[in-house]
């Protein structure tokens, strides 16, 4: 696979940056235009710190989407931008890959049908490391055995959304093994409202946002005299990058919406 026409939205973000740096150093994808909040115009290497790259950008994204000739948008912004961003990418016959988190139930099922109803392949990543999503499969398989399970999740404190998609991820990927229950002792109550954390049918998810932290997963199994933890740590954003290269090279073969890396590894 050679040359894929790459748009990237939100080029001046932490994953931005990374993803036009991945770019630059690798020869499948080629950077054909960025989506940006500013620098109408301007050419990515005029951007101080930016990579040599003559790629446009364009602060309106339907115009960016209509008019560049493109394969793939890769998708780095905010909740409400990158549903609209995937939206219209679709519309106009580029293919998705995605990595913003956030997205609402109501917005992901929408999103699915319009790639289908399109024929047009959509990738939505809730994470882009290969670790963390065998992370997100060694849960799935560890709730068939321990149905009681925790997840704490650990972000930098810039992050918007709580839980993270991965968190809602790996929840989802556990209730598809494990029965509905209520978790802890059958009268506990909060006498601080919030100490139990989020509930997806009965277990617990916990958001915790510090400067410092990158992106950290710990998922806690409870048995009768053991526990099992599986957790994994992004110390580096440079951990998404392989993720981001192979959904946008497999995108290409898809005609239909998926959520998940998970769908395209081998
Ligand atoms: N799937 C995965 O593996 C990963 C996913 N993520 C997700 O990716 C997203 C981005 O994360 P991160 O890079 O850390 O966030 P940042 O806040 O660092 O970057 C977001 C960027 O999007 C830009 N932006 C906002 N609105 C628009 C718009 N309308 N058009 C173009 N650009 C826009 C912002 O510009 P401005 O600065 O001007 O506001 C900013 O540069 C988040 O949703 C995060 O959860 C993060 C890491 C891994
Ligand atoms: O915002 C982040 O940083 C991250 N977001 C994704 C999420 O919400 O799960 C992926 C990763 O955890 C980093």
């Known amino acids: 696979m050679s040359n894929i026409k790459v748009i990237v939205a939100g080029p001046r ?3 931005g940056k990374e993803a036009l740096k991945m770019i630059h150093n690798q020869s499948t994808l080629t950077l054909v235009a960025c989506i940006d909040r500013k620098h109408e115009g301007m050419t990515v ?16 994204a339907a115009t960016c989407l209509s008019e560049v000739e493109a394969d793939v948008l890769i998708d780095l912004t905010t909740p409400e931008n990158g549903y609209k961003h995937t939206k219209l990418a679709i519309e106009n016959g580029v293919r998705p890959v995605v990595g913003t988190t956030g997205f609402s ?22 994470n882009f490391a290969i670790g963390a999503v065998l992370m997100m499969q060694f849960s ?21 959304d709580a839980p993270s998609g991965t968190a809602l991820k790996t ?7 494990r029965h509905p229950h209520k978790q802890g002792h059958e009268s506990e109550t909060e006498t601080l409202e919030g100490a139990r954390g989020a509930d997806v049918d009965g277990m617990k998810i916990h958001s915790m946002r510090l400067p410092g932290l990158v992106a950290h997963q710990e998922v806690i199994f409870g048995g009768h005299g053991e526990t099992l933890t599986v957790k994994h740590d992004s110390i580096h954003r440079e951990s998404f990058m392989s993720g981001v290269k192979l959904a946008a090279e497999r995108v ?12 395209i590894l081998d």
């Open 252 to 263: 290409m073969e898809l005609d239909v919406l998926v959520y998940g890396l998970e769908h």
């Open 105 to 126: 139930e109501d917005e992901l099922s929408e999103l699915t049908t319009l790639a289908s109803e399109r024929g047009i392949g959509t990738i939505i990543a809730p």
């Open 13 to 15: 973000g932490k994953m």
């Open 171 to 177: 929840a989802e990927l556990i209730k598809e093994v």
């Open 140 to 160: 799935k398989w560890a709730a068939k055995h321990f149905p009681d399970v925790e997840i704490i999740e650990k972000h930098h404190d810039q992050k918007l």
């Open 45 to 60: 290497k005029e951007l101080d710190g930016f990579p040599d790259m003559e790629a446009v950008i364009y602060t309106d």
